[in-house]
């Protein structure tokens, strides 16, 4: 019911025995378990012997003892034919008396102004925490718009600056306040709209000698908003829904309503197909272009920026009145890659963009846009059984030849072997129920001397079994001793009545201070399919080591003979080993190995394992419920049971 507990407290707990067979999730009932309390020294403390009742659950508790050592505790579940265990402290804590935190920032602030930073200390009784020391520390660190990092190589790390530090004291509300200057980085270059990231740590110490610590964050630039544009990654351009988001924020995240242009420009496609290269980018490159593509005519010279082609789409936007832009009449657009720009400015007068790439495709499309080495892609997210997934693979190559694979059950069902002239070919593959948790699709291929190799998984989900848990009656204010009643209302899926058992807890939030408490209960198996095959490729031939073992050993054991042995006096010859004191029948047979003096390579791919048939798996879902004493459990209530109603 929690995850710390103090020695001689009462710990409450639930479980519910689970069999999983053949993808299907049954409760066990009317079944025996035996549940175990260890100590920190893994010693047993007490047992319990309980029986599942009608919803496979059972519950009770445990005393835990006053002495002894104190740490990691667990209760361990022996069920029918598994076992499951669950990991709390024992501790000889102190309840935290109150909480401190910063109040919420909204408004926005200029570089090297003064910040005045607000927060307050309170005591979970509700009074304030008068006369607390209060130490603080203000850090630095920089971060640039997401287009800043699209043309470069290497990676940014932002080193985090301390630009002040101080003490005060909380007044008689429990108030207190921070004041720094808010300097920027003077060797951040200013049109790169950086922002300037502030943080804010302060512990407050109360007249006892008790800490509590709080943060916050304050954004600071040259610019005091941010534009953002959101849309899909890829559009189907024959849809008539398609649209593009633009939301206005001050840099702590408050809304304010900017008005600009947006605009969309069609991305110019390389001359060449480029596959990915073997290497990275150097820094420096002392081959010419123009050499360095007649030699490697499908390599990347360098990193640049994409050169914008024709302007395609321009509209004023006012975000006061409409964040949403359609884009319904974009089937006319070719198909590729696009970046949409948003200008605005901000209180200021200074200007402030945003930059994002999508790209545009139609299911009617004959070849690949902009010259792509490959491209695969399927026409859903998900499928139900009876329908058939779609895939699309195709290239601007003259010349590939693509291995596709279609795994379930970790076996090769299907092997298609397509050959791609700079054009996109179909694959269609029906949907079936017992492709329910979803089934794989692996591909590989070689062109331009590179190689490449992946997988897709084909999304089949499960009906929804949930229950749906609606509140009915709650209050979040009340008064010491004070009894109160809670109502709630149990659904099915299909918002059909049920009968259930519950599980409610309430206790001292407090003690999430020291260790955070959650329930992690998920008793229905739903088989989730990951693609087992693998393909991988070396830069040479090689040899493969191999050995054959005989598959089904049987053991004999022989006695060692001992024999009458002189006594040297220390005398030392050097170490004797034993050996081969079993016999194995049959003999087992070993093949020579030869000296891999060659660099790996492995091609072909192969599956990870071989149908297995589903074996019966019974598991213990844990979950918890509420401790009573000490006033830090509230509420106890495991084995209600829903009316004819559902409430």
Same mark, same amino acid.
């Given at each position: ?11 409450? !707990? ?33 047992? +319990? ?22 740490? &990691? ?5 022996? #069920? ?32 090297? *102004? ?61 108030? !207190? ?19 300037? /990231?502030? /943080? ?32 899909? *990654? ?27 242009? +947006? ?33 490697? %005519? ?9 050169? $914008? ?68 892609? +399927? *026409?859903? =997210? ?33 092997? @298609?072997?397509?050959?791609? =002239? ?10 079936? @129920? ?39 009656? !709650? ?41 955070? &408490?959650?329930?992690?209960?998920? %008793?229905?198996? =739903? ?31 022989? @006695? ?25 029948? %049959? ?9 891999? *003096? ?21 598991? $213990? ?9 000490? #006033? ?16």
């Amino acid at each position: 019911d929690r995850s710390i507990y103090r020695p001689s407290q009462t710990v409450y !707990f639930k479980g519910i025995a689970v069999s999983q067979q053949e993808n299907k999730s049954e409760v066990i009932t009317n079944s025996k378990v035996t549940v175990t309390l260890k100590d920190a020294n893994y010693q047993e403390v007490k047992t +319990l012997d309980l029986t599942t009742n009608e919803f496979g659950s059972f519950t009770g508790e445990f005393i835990l003892p006053n002495n002894g050592l104190t740490g &990691h505790f667990q209760i361990v579940v022996n #069920g029918p034919k598994s076992i499951n265990r669950v990991d709390f402290s024992v501790e000889e804590y102190k309840r935290p008396k109150f909480s401190a935190k910063f109040d919420k920032i909204t408004e926005s602030f200029k570089l090297n *102004d003064k910040i005045i930073i607000k927060g307050k200390a309170i005591a979970y009784a509700g009074s304030n925490i008068t006369d607390a020391k209060v130490v603080y520390r203000v850090k630095r660190n920089v971060q640039y718009p997401r287009w800043w990092y699209w043309y470069r190589s290497y990676g940014f790390n932002s080193e985090a600056q301390e630009i002040t530090h101080g003490k005060t004291i909380t007044n008689d509300k429990g108030e !207190f306040e921070i004041e720094f200057l808010a300097q920027p980085d003077i060797s951040v270059n200013k049109k790169d709209l950086p922002v300037f /990231t502030y /943080t804010i740590i302060a512990d407050i110490t109360d007249i006892n000698g008790e800490t509590r610590s709080t943060s916050t964050i304050v954004r600071v630039g040259y610019h005091s908003q941010i534009i953002n544009i959101a849309i899909a *990654d890829k559009l189907d351009k024959i849809r008539k829904d398609n649209k593009l988001t633009i939301d206005t924020k001050n840099l702590n995240g408050e809304f304010v309503a900017t008005k600009g242009t +947006l605009k969309i420009y069609k991305v110019k496609a390389p001359k060449n197909v480029y596959r990915n290269r073997p290497w990275g980018i150097p820094d420096y490159q002392e081959i010419p272009q123009n050499e360095f593509e007649n030699l490697f %005519p499908h390599d990347v010279y360098k990193k640049e920026k994409e050169e $914008l082609g024709k302007l395609v789409f321009t509209a004023k936007f006012d975000t006061s009145k409409e964040k949403e832009i359609q884009l319904n009449k974009i089937k006319a657009w070719q198909s590729g890659a696009y970046i949409a720009v948003a200008d605005g400015k901000d209180k200021f007068g200074q200007i402030i963009t945003d930059k994002t790439q999508f790209s545009l495709f139609s299911d009617k499309d004959k070849i690949v846009a902009d010259n792509q080495f490959f491209d695969v892609k +399927l *026409d859903k =997210n998900e499928y139900k059984v009876g329908e058939k997934a779609k895939l699309k693979i195709g290239t601007a190559s003259k010349d590939m030849t693509v291995v596709v694979y279609i795994e379930k059950d970790n076996e090769i069902v299907d092997t @298609k072997i397509i050959h791609l =002239n700079n054009e996109i070919k179909t694959i269609y593959i029906p949907v079936k @129920k017992e492709d329910l948790g979803g089934f794989g699709i692996s591909y590989h291929l070689v062109n331009y001397n590179s190689f490449l190799a992946s997988s897709l998984r084909i999304n089949v989900p499960y009906e929804k079994m949930d229950l749906e848990i609606e509140t009915l009656t !709650f209050r979040d204010k009340l008064q010491p001793a004070s009894e109160e009643t809670w109502s709630f209302k149990i659904k099915g899926n299909k918002k059909d009545k049920v009968l259930a058992e519950i599980l409610t807890s309430m206790y001292d939030s407090s003690l999430d201070q020291f260790k955070t &408490h959650n329930w992690n209960f998920q %008793p229905i198996y =739903n088989r989730y399919y990951y693609p087992s095959i693998r393909a991988n490729s070396g830069k040479s031939f090689g040899v493969n080591n191999f050995r054959v073992y005989q598959k089904n050993p049987v053991y004999v054991n022989v @006695k060692h003979q001992g024999f009458d042995d002189l006594n040297w006096f220390g005398l030392h010859f050097g170490y004797s080993r034993y050996r081969n004191f079993r016999v194995v029948q %049959p003999m087992v047979v070993e093949m020579g190995s030869v000296s891999n *003096d060659a660099t790996m390579v492995k091609s072909a791919p192969r599956t990870i394992s071989k149908k297995f048939k589903s074996e019966s798996k019974d598991m $213990l879902a844990d979950s918890g419920i509420e401790q009573l004493n000490y #006033g830090e459990t509230v509420l106890d209530e495991d084995d209600e049971l829903t009316a004819t109603n559902g409430s």
